[in-house]
């Protein structure tokens, strides 16, 4: 069984060196959403598998603002959604729900990054969902899948139903809900869900002019930016290039994640 998290301030000193990269991580990408306004006050949320055969995740203490996440203060859960030890934090239902379901069945979803943003469910609540109508969309298109809304989801039942519409791909449009990606780290989860999002804000903004006037790309040129963005490199530019990057950013400004 996994050691006892007692206390915040010593968590640090209780989790493997593995684990805390990935809390450090994980903290840092609650504070880049809420430092892009993806945030939803405290509803929706970001895990992290830990290395290991117990599947323990990582998730938000249900309590605090995505502002006010730190490395320290995340909660360590299990596969049924119980606390692993006896420090503080709330977890949500709806949140372990559609989270285990793919941390369990997905072994490459090592972080899973789920949001509701206004533009995301603005595409959500569009019949033809996520148009390849510019650059970042074609970078996100290919490999979004879509699930319908069944309510909030706090029945155990959908795990099922969510993990076989996302298939093998890594980002989900939850209809009339929100957007959802994976990744092999939180870095590439993030880099998808960054695209994903920008990809919706265009669409949003590109559809308020008229269908009617809108220019649609080659049947060519979209599928080259597949075959582009499926190169080895794109994992390699998340987890090397953009998310060093966004961590140097938010070092200069918000380094409180780190605790």
């Known amino acids: 069984m ?12 209780q989790v ?23 945030d939803d006050l405290i509803f929706t949320h970001l895990s992290a598998r830990i290395p290991g055969p117990e599947h323990h995740f990582l998730i938000n203490d ?31 239902r709806a949140g372990f729900v559609i989270h285990s379901a793919i941390h369990a069945a997905r072994e490459d979803a090592t972080a899973v990054i789920h949001l509701h943003t206004p533009q995301g469910q603005a595409v959500s609540a569009m019949k033809e969902g996520l148009l390849p109508f510019t650059q970042t969309a074609m970078i996100a298109h290919h ?11 706090d029945e155990l039942g959908e795990r099922e139903r969510i993990v076989a519409d ?3 791909r890594n980002a989900l449009i939850l209809r009339n809900h929100g957007t959802l990606t994976v990744g092999n780290s939180v870095a590439e989860a993030f880099l998808r869900m960054y695209f994903l999002e920008r990809a919706c804000e265009a669409q949003v903004l590109m559809l308020g002019a008229g269908r009617d006037g809108l220019n649609p790309p080659s049947a060519h040129a979209v599928e080259t930016v597949r075959a582009q963005v499926r190169s080895p490199q794109s994992r390699v530019i998340a987890e090397k290039v953009a998310w060093p990057a966004l961590l140097r950013k938010l070092d200069r400004i918000d380094p409180g994640y780190r605790d």
């Open 2 to 13: 996994a050691e006892q998290l007692t206390s915040t301030s010593s968590v640090k000193d």
């Open 16 to 38: 493997s060196p593995e684990e805390w990269s990935l809390r450090v991580d994980l903290a840092a990408a609650y504070r880049l959403v809420a430092l892009y306004g993806w």
């Open 62 to 92: 249900y309590t605090l603002m995505f502002e006010e996440m730190t490395a320290s203060s995340l909660v360590r859960i299990d596969l049924d959604g119980a606390k692993v030890g006896d420090g503080p934090g709330a977890v949500n």
């Open 143 to 153: 490999d979004v899948a879509y699930h319908d809304h069944e309510g909030i989801a």
């Open 166 to 168: 996302l298939g093998d």
